[in-house]
């Protein structure tokens, strides 16, 4: 299995809601990333997961929730989201401390706050 | 976050075409990485180089990595409207991460 799997595909939320985002890979890779990509711009990093702990947050606002509950399973817990964070977001896996394989994206889901 | 500068931004051309793009950095990378990316789609990697001069091939797609690891091109020969995308390079800047450029929008038409 090479891909990453992300759902749901699309999600609407008003400001108060709580949802979650879900990512899935079993390609063996113990690093998963989420990426917030805006329209016409790079992606930008937000988490990085190494052997399911969390090594990076890239100064994001406590709104955003990761979670690794295993090896092959990354959540993204949303809150009090704001509409500046309507955005795709992507999950990413690799292997640690090798880059040479890159990063596997999912397809991202297409969030939009109203 | 290491800055990657991606030249030109955007490019059309004519089916059957030669292109080439650009992306430049005053940093040095462990390696740097191309994507391509479709609207509504995660990036797909194509290649990744690793060592200065370094050229890769992959069909009608040419990579090449700069002597001192700042920068790459990316060829395409006889372009097809299926390159039609966005192209993202991506620098490992340690730590297991990676920063990414602007893109360049490439679209070739029929």
């Known amino acids: 299995d090479t891909e990453v799997t992300q759902t749901p595909k699309h999600l609407v939320m008003g400001m108060t809601n709580k949802k979650s985002l879900k990512c899935e890979q079993h390609m063996g890779h113990r690093a998963m990333y989420w990426y917030k990509q805006k329209a016409k711009k790079p992606p930008e990093l937000m988490f990085v997961y190494s052997y399911e702990k969390l090594s990076i947050n890239e100064s994001v606002p406590s709104r955003f929730s990761p979670e690794c509950p295993n090896s092959s399973l990354l959540n993204l817990h949303l809150h009090a989201l704001q509409p500046e964070d309507s955005a795709l977001y992507l999950c990413?896996?690799?292997?640690?401390?090798?880059?040479?394989?890159?990063?596997?994206f999912g397809s991202g889901t297409r969030l939009t706050v109203v | 976050t290491q800055l990657l500068e991606q030249s030109p931004q955007f490019l059309s051309i004519q089916e059957g075409e030669n292109l080439t793009v650009y992306c430049n950095s005053s940093s040095v990378f462990s390696s740097l990485q191309w994507y391509r990316q479709e609207p509504g789609e995660g990036p797909v990697l194509l290649v990744t180089v690793v060592t200065g001069g370094e050229v890769k091939k992959l069909k009608r797609l040419t990579f090449q990595f700069g002597d001192a690891r700042k920068d790459s091109s990316l060829h395409i020969t006889a372009a097809q409207p299926g390159d039609t995308g966005l192209y993202l390079c991506a620098g490992d800047y340690g730590n297991n991460r990676l920063a990414f450029g602007k893109g360049n929008q490439v679209v070739v038409i029929p």
């Open positions: 990413a896996s690799s292997q640690v401390g090798d880059l040479n394989y890159g990063y596997t």
